[in-house]
């Protein structure tokens, strides 16, 4: 992985200096809410390179891999409605002269909020919650700056592209990825430094491959605020999905309702390989003539452990469809496993789950959107403590059992630049405890929690 890091490096200067044929500089947009755009996570994730917010929106069927989908790949979600954008135009932060006469964009955002706990635990934890972890307290989860100039061939030519992100936020604790963010961050602090993104991106006609560190968006929800409709994240997210890979990914536009992606990585987490046997992730996608039918399939699997003996795989089926002008409907299926990983036994561990959302534009400024989740970790090996061993949940592996959630909330784009997510979240588990003899919720004594919400997502 280091070969890769200084082949990032040897080739920086070259995407900075290369200009896009057939562009005219300006990197494509992604739709966020409220109509602010911000270059995508990851463009080749989504049919048409945007993040969706809305049900009206008419690329609804089409979805970000870490690209300020922030921090990649299949998952989209909702924008503005369908009787048009605010009259006012978003505000962007003021673009160095240099890298905008390069086509280098530079956009970013900033994602603050709370999260007020119904059992008011001491050791001031959510539990299993992702991102929004911390009980009755403030929350920076991300202050995402990205500079993108995005590949564009239009399926005939040659570009050279690429993309950094920087991130500082309470959120680096879950994309924490051995031998980068290891070195830059002390393992018990709440706030850090994360490089989601740094990959030179080469497009040849309908070919584009990335090289470096990049995200893997395997499911619906992505990592970057702005991406997504709800502030908390989903279990399927949060412990079925890998996050951030190293290495080099390949995708390619089969017809224009057919792309495929495969490529070959370090593994979950790895910016430094653990074993010298790579990882493989890829997928199909496919939408429909009118966009308002789309489905992707994406899965990942290689050797987890330090022996290279140990096989893991999680994959993730997502369908959405457009059911009216102003409804979204999303179902999203996933299923894993591994060798070795039964915290009990030493043997195989699987896990399983399924995702629904309804998306309802009220109105162009106003939505609402519920999530009804089961997640199903069958021998207690998916869901446990993020690692941060002072400032994040604590609880060893073992719930062997099903977490269930319902959520429900708002997007009001107050500007268009700024987006207010207020939600309520009522969790719980069927299952036994785990190998310490804990529950998910309240201290390790509770087996169901709600939580009231909200955050500000303000976009530049």
Known sequence: MRIVYLAWCAVATGFLVTPASGQNGNPSPIALPGNATVVGYTESDEVTGKIVFSATDPQAAAPASAEPAPPAATAATPPPAANGPPADKPWTIPQLRGLDALGIKTTGWLEQGATFNSLNPSDRSNGPLATNDRSDDYQMNQLWLAFVRPVKTDGDGFDIGGRVDVVYGTDWRYGDSLGLESVINQRNDTYGLILPQFYLEIGWNDLTVKIGHYAACLGYELVPAPANFFYSHSYALGYSEPILETGVQADYKLSDNWSINAGLDTGW???????????????LKWHSDNESTSLSYEIAAGPKDSAGQDQ??????????????????????????????????????????????????????????????????????AVAGIGNLNNGWMALPGFAGTFSEW???????ATPNLVVRPEARWDWYGGSENVKGQLPFGDGQHAGQFTFATDLVLTF
């Not at 959520?407 to 784009?413: A, I, S």
């Open 269 to 283: 987490g790895m910016f430094e390989d653990n074993n010298d046997k790579p990882g493989f992730l890829g997928g």
């Open 312 to 381: 893991l795989y999680t994959y993730a089926l997502v369908l959405k469809q457009k059911l009216s002008e102003k409804l979204l409907y999303v179902a999203q299926q996933n299923m894993g496993g591994a060798a070795g990983a039964d915290p009990r036994t030493g043997g195989y561990a699987r896990w399983y789950g399924l995702d629904q959302y309804l998306i309802y534009d009220l109105t162009p400024k106003l939505s609402v959107g519920t999530r009804v989740e089961f997640f199903r970790d069958e021998e207690g090996a």
């Open 407 to 413: 959520t429900t909330g708002l997007n009001w784009r």
